[in-house]
């Protein structure tokens, strides 16, 4: 079939700025696409009011008061590690030697109270001193497990919407984050994630109480 030279140019003329707007339009898709959470947290944090912060992740229908402390509201580790943590939006798992930060512990609470899963894995002996978090958590319905066997439960590593990955040195104490030198890596890599996940799952059917009858009954 003859087609006129006028016609050939045009539809050449249409073919390459239709594959130019499809480079544009892809190129435009890998800036903006979201890259994976790469960061590392040092510690001890310098002292900041996180009031803000967490009267914000309550919700708006929440009650917001002016908080009377002189602290400045400042980024810092601790604020930090506070919104990887609130950014969850499906699932929490926590597996923690020590928990007795009033700022995390309330961050767990907030986010089971938003529909989140929250599972909880913590030492037995470390669980019940003053200040832990550990009752306050079984309070508000949050699932906790503990150890019962030799050796420490020394694990300090969280997973958010089993993507995300929280680990390192830290301890959930305010003396570690306010006097201790520890650090945190936070991190969205898939084949790391899976090796903590799997894990926790480990530990967590092994504290279970239905394997294990001298395990307090979890709530």
Known sequence: MWVPVATGRRGLTVAIAAAAAGLALAMAALRWRRRPVREVLFFPSQPSCTEALLAEAAGPGAPVQPCPCPLPRSDCSLSRLLRRLLSARRSLDICLFAFSCP????????????GVRVRVVTDAQYMALRGSQIGLLRLAGIQVRHDQGHGYMHHK???????MLITGS????????????????????????????DEFERIWEEYSPTNNSSLSQEQ
């Open 103 to 114: 700022q995390l512990g309330l961050a767990v609470r907030l986010l089971h109270r938003r």
């Open 157 to 163: 590593f969280a997973i958010v919407d089993r993507r």
């Open 170 to 197: 830290l301890n959930w104490t305010t003396q570690a984050i306010q006097t201790n030198r520890e650090n945190v890596l936070v991190v969205e890599d898939a084949e790391y994630v899976k090796l903590y996940l």
